[in-house]
C-alpha cells in the first residue's frame, strides 16, 4: 500500500487492540491526502486517549490542555486562515471540562473540524463516568450502573450543536465496524469505516468553504468497557448506536455523500 | 512634524492599547475584568478604526480559560498576541501558562493586580508578586515578569515583552496595577516600532517544510528530565533588569517595585533634604529577580526596608539575597502608601 504523507513512515499506533481511535487517525490522514491539504494541515492535540496522535501523524500540531482544543484551534485559524486546523477530542475532553470551549467555536462558526470520539467513558484515566454515559452503564464511577437521576441524562452534542446556528456541518456516525456471524467465524463490515471516511472528507470540506464542522464517531472502548473485542462491537451497535442515532444533523454547503 | 503631534496626555489603559498597537500586536484575546477592562476597550477601538494592517484579529473571549488557549493558538502559529486581565481571571489562566511555558509559546499577558485573595476589591494591591513569581502554573514554570513603575516605562515594556517573548519563546507577563492604569502621563507615540519575529518554528502546516511539534508531553522520565534541562538552560541567559536610585551612598535603602518604587523615591529624595541618605533599589524584572543588582546596592546600606502593597511577598526574596534584616513596610486592602506615610513609618 502506498505511503501516505501525513503518516510518520513505519510508526505504529499505540492504542489498545481492538480500539477504532487509530483507525480514525488512518481514515484522517487518508482525508487530508485525497484533499490535498495534509501541507496546511495543523492538528490540536486534545487531553485522552486521542493525545498519542503526534506519535502516529506527521503533520504540525499543537497540544492543547484538557477540554480547550477548540480555543487553541481557534487561536491558529484567526491568524492564519489559511491553514486547515483540526482536532480528535474525546467525549470527555469536548462535553466534560471542554463544554465551554466547544460551544463557544461552534457558536462563532470558526473554520475548524472537531472530531469527536464518542466512547462513552473516559478512556485514557481509566474508564470512569463520561457526560454520555448512557443510564444504568457500569464505570469505574458509576460501580451500580450511571443514576441519571442524580447525575442528569447523557449529554447528546449533535442534537445541542444543532441549536446553534453558525455551524455548518453536524453529523454522527458509527465508526466500530459491525460484526457480521457467518457459520464458523466472525467478519466485521467495512461499512462503517467507509461512513466515517465520507463524514471525515466532508467536514474537511465544509472547512474549505469557510464553515465549522463536527463529527461524532460512534466507537468502542473495549479495556475500559470490560469486554471482549467483539461484544464491544456489538454493544456498540446494539447499545450506543440506539442511545445515539447516527443521523445528518446540518449540511449547509451540501457536501455530505454518505447513502442513507 | 513637531512634537505637538506627538507628545499626548494618555491615560495608562490608553497608552499601553497604543503601545500594544505600534509594538506590532497581531491578535488580542480577552474577557473584562476591573481594573484591566479598559485596555481591552481601548484595543476594541483602535481595531475597529483599523490603525495597523498587523492587529488582525481581536474578539472577546467566554472566560480567561478560553482567553489564554486563545493565545496559546495564535502564539503557538507564530504570531504576537495579547491579553490583560486580573488576579481571578490569571487565576484561571495558570494551566494554559504552565502548558504554553514546557510547549514554548510566546505570549504577553497585562496583569492589573486588584485586592485579593478572593473577590477582594479593585483597588491596587501587589498581591499578585509571589504568584506570578514563583508559581504561575502547575509543574514550576516561570514566566518572564516585568514590573513597570510609570506609563512611559509600560509602554516600553509592551514592546520589550513581545521582543522577550519570542526570543526566549516564553510567556511574558507585565505586573501592574490599577494606579498605573488610570494615571495620566505625557508621552511620547513614535518612540515605539513593530518588533519584527522570526516564526520558523511555528506551527502553521508543514507547508513543503519538516513538521513542527508544539508540545508539552514528554512520557519518558529521562526525556523530559532532558526537556526541563534544557528550559532552565534558557531560562538562565534571561537577563535580569534593576534601577539603583541613589544608592550609592544610602544608608537607608528602600526595594520597592511598580507604583511603590515611585512613592518610595519621593520619600527618600524628600528624607535626603532632612539630611536622611536614603535611595531606592528598583527591580525592574521580578522574574528573573535581579538579586545581584540588590546585594551590590545594598552593600552600604544600614537599614533595608522593603515597600510593597500587600503582607510581605516580595520581601521574602530581598531577605534570600541579602541574608540579612530586612523591615517591611506593608500596605494592603487597596491602601497606597504616600510619601509621608513611608517616611512617617521608617522613624
Ligand atoms: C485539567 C485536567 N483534569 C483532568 C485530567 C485527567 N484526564 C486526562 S484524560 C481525561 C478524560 C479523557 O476522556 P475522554 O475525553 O472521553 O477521552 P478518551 O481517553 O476516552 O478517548 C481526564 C479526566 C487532565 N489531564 N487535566
Ligand atoms: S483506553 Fe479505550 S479509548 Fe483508549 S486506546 Fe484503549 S480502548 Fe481505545
Redesign the interface.
Known sequence: MKQLSAIIPGAVNTYCPGCEHGLLLKLIAMALEELGITEKAVMVGSVGCSTLAFKFLNIDYVQAPHGRAPAVMTGIKEVEPDSIVFAVQGDGDALSIGLQELFYAANRGIPVSIFMYNNMVFGMTGGQMAPTTPEGMVTMTTPYGRDTAKSGPPIYSCEMLSGLSKPSYIRRVIIAPKPIQLKDRVMYSSREANQSYKAIISAFKTQMKGGFSYVEFLGTCNVNWKMSILDSKKYAHNVSAKVYQPALFRDKFGVDFIES | MGWLQVKRLLMGAEAIAEAAINSGL??Y?GYPITPSSEIMENLAVLYASHRSDRF??Y?Q???E??SI?????????G?I?MTATSGPGLSLMA??IS?AYT?EIPLVIINVNRGGPGLGNVAPEQSDYLFVTKSLGHGGSKPIVLAPSSIKEAMGQVRMAFELSFKYRIPVIILTDAIIIHMLESVDLDQLTPVSVDANWS??????GA???????YLEPAEFSKIKAGLEEKWKTIEPLGECFMCNDAETLFVAYGISARIAMEAASNMRENNIMAGVFRPITLNPFPGKMLVDAAKNSRRIIVVEMNEGQMVLDVQYWLRRDVELIPFNGGIYPSTEEVIERCK
Open positions: 497581531e491578535a484575546f488582525r484579529v474578539f473571549s467566554a472566560s480559560v478560553e488557549n486563545l493565545l496559546m493558538g495564535a502564539g503557538a502559529a504570531h498576541t494551566e494554559g502548558y510547549s506551527a502553521r502546516g508543514r507547508n513543503g513538521r513542527h511539534l508544539i508540545n508539552s508531553i
